[in-house]
């Protein structure tokens, strides 16, 4: 999953990365073989689309409602080529090598299992993490009464051009061409009351209800969230002290951000032709998903290329994915997972991210404890979010990688190192 980034101040401070952006520029090659060239860009850590972008149908000057559940096929605007390069297999937990990992955080061997999954996968199942079973059926009932919302009133909150927060197609769709069989609301937990006060401008019962669900959740993922880095922490080797040192020098998991990103994927009356999300890695430290019932999310694997479907039978259960920013931070040893997500005919789906990331200003630099674990030198220089945002949205329209564009060269590492000693 994928979603501008929150910082300190919420929804604004991700407008003005976008704004000192350039515009969108016309489609200038053919999205005909998006997956293969997707496949031939991707190595290990990250692949790269090569189209230009486009505004998406509901994020244009001009934008308009298009009624999913009115659709008796799909038009050739959400009708995605190159869907089909790659062989879909099962992720369950019968499925041996390309079992979807589980990490249990009541398990002793947590720290190893994380370890290895973000490893071999960046991506994992994460279970017996505390978070009520009842308060999760309650935001996904939350959810799914937002979406059922009339058009009328959820178009009060559709996001402009440069705006980071509200409702509308996924905010990657603008890279895009072609839309995507979705619709999404993104908003900031520090600023939650006010971003929806534009979906509920009277703040009548449904706006206090929905606001107090998503409230009592954000406080759960908060403390998931530290307990989830010290983890990670752990799971590069170091121990309860060393952890311990490093969030004393960079306050990682104090001065994270937070921003919540809902999904909903209408059943589609053409399930091959479209695409509920287009694959991507996410950008920032690591994003908790929350899924129905109904699976849809995939995982890119190599050896053979193919895609893996998580399981989404334990209601309980988050994905964790881990993102490009987390990459550089363990120094390419955990690796960000390129992802999408599918529709199906049946039903629909609904999904929530919870991406964590740093603060805008700070830059983001391999830990040397980390550098120290794989090959003591520094492989990526060091960038802030809204820095690596605007590589990113460059990697988009060249087709290139944008952790490759952040790597350090001979000429950088000096200059990495430097940033290691004063970070």
Known sequence: M????????????ATKVLESLPPPSPLLSSSSSIHTRASALFDRSIDRVAVMPTPSHLSSKDPCYFDFRAARRVPETHAW??????????????AGEDAVPVV???????AEAVAWAAEQWGAFLLQGHG???????????RIAGMFALPATEKMRAVRRPGDSCGYGSPPISSFFAKSMWSEGYTFSPANLRSDLRRLWPKQGHDYRLFCEVMEEFHGEMRTLSDRLMELFLAALGLTGEQ????EAEHRIA?????????????????????LGLIAHTDSGFFTFVLQSLVPGLQLFRHGPDRWVTVPAEARDAFVVNVGDLFQILTNGRFHSVYHRAVVNRDSDRISLGYFLGPPADTKVAPLREAVCRTGGKPAYRAVTWPEYMAVRKKAFTTGASALKMVSADDDDLSNAAADLISS
């Open 254 to 274: 104090e001065t994270m951000t937070a921003t919540m990103h809902l999904n909903w994927y209408p059943k589609c009356p053409d399930p091959k032709r479209a």
């Open 104 to 110: 249990d955080m009541r398990d002793p061997g947590a």
């Open 81 to 94: 080529p190159g869907l089909h390069d790659h062989p879909v297999v099962d992720g369950g937990a019968g």
């Open 131 to 141: 978070v009520p079973r009842e308060l999760l059926a309650r935001v996904e009932a």
């Open 2 to 13: 994928d979603v501008v980034m929150e910082v300190e101040d919420g929804c604004d401070a």
């Open 243 to 246: 952890a311990a040192a490093v």
